[in-house]
């Protein structure tokens, strides 16, 4: 890719005014440097116990589900290291040679996730954001004129950042007037997002666990929610509480 182009790649992203536009640009960027798939992730950390992930990719739809799931990033050696570390990443098989790592390889191989680079970005206290390009090559540090490939992924991650930033990250609730969480509902959620089960809730409130487990169900109920996991994010879209 020519200085110029790049630039212009660059600018665009930086301007993206939608999600799918973001998209648009990080894909078209990736296929330029001859990479296949390509994701961005902003990472935003509400509590050391629920964290919110926002990802713009073009992964095959058959692999988007297990690419998204919160468990495969767990255990998966690219992920953990990008979360403990801003410097790039080269990465391939490799990587995977642990054999409690194998399946994961496997299972990833078939859609053409062999190798790439990765970077991440901790701008701030408990928002990250996460940039990797993919592809079937053994060895994707074996193309012509790598370095520049490389130098190139770093620059144009540092704008889609900022665009990713405004863009992918958590969107606000309106408020809902008829709406109405009683204190301790709002308290017993708090609690929950800090990792606590019930017993704990209830001793750190003094009150009985069943009392405890009430409030919870009553404020998943008012919000709409199947789990306390979505009952805290809704509470923090809609502005109830804040736990950072």
Known sequence: MSATAHERRCLDVLHSASVDELRTHIV??????GFDTVAAMVVT????WLTEFQTVTNAPAAYLSEFSDSGHAAIDPVSQYCKRSDAPLVWDRRNYAHPDLQALWQRQEPFGYRSGLAVAMHPSRGRHFMFGVNCDKDRCDQMPRFKTVAEDFLSFAEHAQAAAFEL?????LEPNNSLSLASRELEAIRWTMEGMNSWEVADRMSISERHA??????????LGCATKYECGLAAIRLGLIDCR
């Open 213 to 222: 487990t009430l409030l919870l169900r009553r404020a998943m109920q008012k």
């Open 168 to 172: 992918a990250r958590p969107s606000r």
């Open 45 to 48: 950390d509400h509590s050391a």
């Open 28 to 33: 078209a960027f990736a296929r330029d440097l």
